[in-house]
């Protein structure tokens, strides 16, 4: 069995998406640096995280998500040094299922990795988070209670790092649990260094290009994929039939939602930043208040700036998506299909590759698993392609 594993368990919207991307692009230097990563592909790794929390819903999923688990221990059985686990989904787990993980993996020696950041930003970007997965709650009733299901990710049960820390701290020492703090003021590649450092890499070597932010929406453009989402859920009124295509699967919402619609269409707009309402930064503050107290009552091992997880005691004025008007929607929406039209005239005509799907005429890279054949797919349900 790996001697230690390393339980990468997010949170959430804290860079996990920059650091998975690198480690998951350098496997093969991992492995020859003495960390495996165990499974094929980003995706057993949620598979596995689904496992563990629970998911009665695992025989909807391909066959291999129902093994995921299995095999990444298998992995790690057979390999004598270090391993890493990784999925931000692995903090909404109970107590009792953080329990029955860290056992599973004994006799390694298991560390937690929680990488972090100050609870109004992580609020704020988890609701943004949220809506490119076809959420339709507006940002004041957002999360307002803490879930009792281990399979609420976008809730404080998965983004308050006190509540983690309590459930997943019953497992391991406190000595051989690390936090992270994110410092959204420092170059990117800041958190990859203490993330690999802790690892027992040499940062520095690695290759980095590969990576990417998950950028934000401004404050208009999540307030049209909002209503968007409406319109796609039947939530949104009025005498219209429902829509064909709901979006509901999870390919669809990865690929058209997220990626498509949210990451390569809204998101480069830059629209403008924004919080929520006032009565939820007091309680982002208070969170983040409970957090860092909790982890100094018990000692975990900080590798960073503790402070950077507290909410700013000034703060910048900044709008709220309440105050967005039906006019400002009207026109981003008013964009956004201007730019769809090309889309489609850009799909419709792209010629075919060799293995007869349509080649990619968008030219944007989409980042969402599958997302590469996405225009072949779109392609072949459009009148009159050629």
Known sequence: MASQVYLHLGLPKTATTYLQTIV??????????????????????????REIRGDRHLDRLPARAATAWTRLREELARWPRRGLISHEFFAAASAAQAASMVAALAPA?????????????????????????????????????????????????????????????????????HILPLDTTAAREEIWHRFGGLLGLATADYDLSASFPNESMGVVEAETLRRINLALTGAA?????????????????????RTFLADERLVPRRGER?????????????????????????????????????????????????????AEVAEVATWLVAHLLGDVR???????????????????????????????RVRRWLPGAR
């Open 24 to 49: 998951w692009t350098a496997r093969n230097r991992l492995r020859a640096d003495g960390l495996l990563l165990p499974g094929r592909e980003r995706r057993d790794h949620l598979w596995a995280s």
């Open 109 to 177: 020696e298991v560390h937690l990795v929680l990488t972090a950041r100050e609870p109004l930003g992580l609020f704020t970007a988890s609701w943004q988070e949220s809506l490119k997965n076809r959420a339709t709650e507006p940002i004041g009733s957002y999360s307002r209670e803490v879930a009792t299901s281990p399979m609420r990710v976008w809730n404080w049960r998965a983004l308050d790092l006190r509540l983690v820390l309590e459930r997943w701290g019953q497992a391991v020492p406190a000595e051989r649990i």
């Open 237 to 257: 009124g009025g005498t219209e039939p429902p829509l064909p295509h709901a979006f509901a699967h999870a390919f669809d919402k990865g690929v058209y939602l």
């Open 274 to 326: 924004f919080w929520p309402p006032a009565d939820r930064v007091t309680e982002c503050r208070q969170r983040g208040e409970e957090a860092v107290a909790h982890i100094r009552r018990h000692g975990y091992d900080v590798v960073g700036d503790l402070d950077r997880l507290l909410v700013p005691a000034e703060l910048p004025d900044r709008r709220t998506p309440e105050s967005v008007t039906d």
């Open 346 to 376: 850009q799909l419709r005509t792209a010629p075919a590759t060799p293995d007869g799907r349509a080649a990619d005429a968008s030219g944007d890279g989409a980042r969402g698993e599958g997302a590469g054949s996405m225009a072949g």
